[in-house]
């Protein structure tokens, strides 16, 4: 559950995302974001997740978070994938043993087993990006953010576990692709005049957000 | 709890259908609150103190034996140049347990100090997580560089041994204190620098060029006792003195405490700690947010 009271963000006085708005999402639903491009749509999960702070407002949760923005953050250039990955482990399992399975799901699932050892800042571009989702899908959260696609290269195995996934915790997920949010979402949130439209159904999200599309362009 | 809210303020999930307010307070009392904050800060202080060990093994290897050798070389050449000047019959104390009672501790405090001064700029990209905050990197790295120079210590202890020094405190438990205390000592001045020298980045550089007066300003390798009264009374307005003295007179049965003054000790440490972790408390949002 994603509690936001009064939530207020804006970067220059001129430049407000959104003003005053109130949202709760359920347990357990994997919400859509709809929006016109630099309305705020990652800046929201920036704000949940608590790498940016509101201009006023309050945001609550109840359980741990894991923002798909945050994985790189956790892997050090001099450090080994497996040492990085170790550090991003303990952020989020207590036991040192079931850390250390955690880390080895991940390396399987990424295929980087082999290269373990390797430097994060020797590893190719490719596999950075497999492990971002690995990690993504195998640490478990009461909360997800995602922006972005759900896998590399829409690659059908990780499409599967990443479904899999949000099906285990309430999901936030930003993506312009209108296939892949109706596929997967269950609710919608459209972004719109500084202001948020829920909706339970994401087919009714997107529908309106077609029509404020189409209204704003006749009005222009 | 979800079903109970529900129930309570309809199914209106959004913008505003419910009563906003009225449900605020309602969910301020049944969210939990920080969930089990000292478990977070455990797990998060040890990732992030083993992140920082792995870093130092792998590629700043220099870095330790760095370490090593600063306090190895300002030992040596303390201790020849106390033994030129002084002549090497003249004073009863063992001058290179002298000189490495006093160098050791002193790198400590002055590596805490300076490397609290960075850390909150260092750890940036780690607070896109939210279980971790700029203060668990303040402690864990003041964890860190602790345990290195406890490395060190053993060290430089174990190549003192080999040569035939005598290296038993004659009061183990007061050197320990004593160091323990320095310990905190540079962390409460390395939390307000810190601080500050975020915003200030003037602060950062200052401190930097201090290092070196403060070496021969704190009776780090001389006893205050050998010092004109006039001296050492102004020598111990600094609080850095009373702890050398008192690290010095616990170490060596012929030295003693006498002009250590545990309540100035304690005012130096404890005005800045409370100080710093204010501050801290103010600004936490702007070392994440920026």
């Not at chain 1, 990652?42 to 945050?70: F, H, N, Q, V, Y």
């Not at chain 2, 203060?135 to 602790?146: H, L």
């Amino acid at each position: 559950m994603i509690w936001l009271h009064r939530l207020t963000k804006f970067y220059e006085k001129d430049q407000v995302l959104f003003s005053d708005v109130n949202l709760l999402i359920p347990s357990g639903v994997t919400v859509g974001i709809l929006g016109e491009n630099g309305c705020g749509k990652s800046t929201l999960l920036k704000l949940i997740a608590g790498t940016e702070l509101p201009s006023s407002g309050r945001i609550a949760l109840d359980g741990s978070l894991l923002w798909a923005g945050s994985v790189a953050s956790a892997m050090h250039a001099q450090m080994t994938v497996e040492q990085s990955l170790r550090f991003l482990g303990r952020l989020y399992i207590e036991e040192d043993r079931l850390m250390e399975e955690k880390v080895e799901e991940i390396l399987r699932m990424a295929d980087l087993t082999q290269k373990r050892r390797m430097l994060w800042s020797k590893v190719p571009a490719d596999l950075k990006q497999k492990l971002k989702f690995a990690a993504l899908c195998m640490i478990e959260t009461d909360h997800l953010l995602i922006d972005g696609g759900l896998a590399p290269k829409n690659d059908k195995f990780f499409l599967e576990k990443m479904a899999e996934r949000m099906r285990r915790s309430t999901t936030l997920l930003a993506s312009g692709n209108r296939k892949i949010l109706s596929e997967y979402c269950d609710a919608g949130i459209v972004i719109h005049n500084r202001k948020f439209y829920y909706f339970d159904a994401i087919a009714r999200a997107q529908k309106f957000f077609e029509s404020v599309k189409k209204h704003d362009k006749t009005d222009t | 709890m979800k079903r109970d809210f529900f129930s309570r303020f309809g199914g209106g999930v959004g913008h505003a259908l419910f009563p906003v307010d009225e449900a605020a307070e309602w969910i301020k009392e049944e969210f939990p609150r920080e969930q089990d904050s000292w478990r977070r800060f455990k797990r998060v202080v040890y990732a992030l103190y083993l992140r920082q060990l792995q870093r130092q093994l792998k590629g700043e290897y220099a870095g330790f034996v760095w370490l090593l050798v600063e306090p190895l070389i300002m030992i040596i050449l303390f201790t020849l140049m106390h033994t030129v000047i002084r002549g090497s019959s003249s004073s009863s104390y063992d001058i290179i347990v002298f000189m490495g009672s006093g160098m050791v501790p002193f790198f400590l405090f002055r590596t805490i100090l300076t490397s609290s001064l960075r850390v909150f700029k260092q750890n940036r990209p780690l607070y896109h997580y939210p279980q971790i905050k700029p203060f668990d990197a303040f402690i864990a790295n003041a964890f860190f560089e602790s345990s290195l120079y406890a490395v060190v210590t053993l060290i430089l202890l174990l190549l003192a041994f080999l040569i035939g020094v005598d290296i038993i405190p004659q009061n183990f438990d007061g050197v320990m204190v004593g160091i323990l205390w320095l310990i905190l000592f540079g962390m409460s001045w390395g939390l307000l620098l810190g601080v500050l020298g975020h915003f200030y980045e003037v602060i950062i550089k200052f401190v930097s060029f201090l290092s070196l007066p403060l070496l021969i300003l704190s009776a780090v390798f001389f006893p205050l006792d050998t010092l004109p009264p006039v001296a050492r009374k102004w020598l111990l307005y600094n609080p850095l003195v009373h702890f050398m003295e008192w690290i010095h007179g616990s170490y060596l049965a012929t030295l003693d405490t006498r002009y250590v003054d545990f309540s100035y000790m304690f005012e130096w440490t404890v005005i800045p700690l409370f100080l710093g972790l204010w501050l801290y408390n103010k600004s936490e949002r702007k070392f994440i947010d920026s």
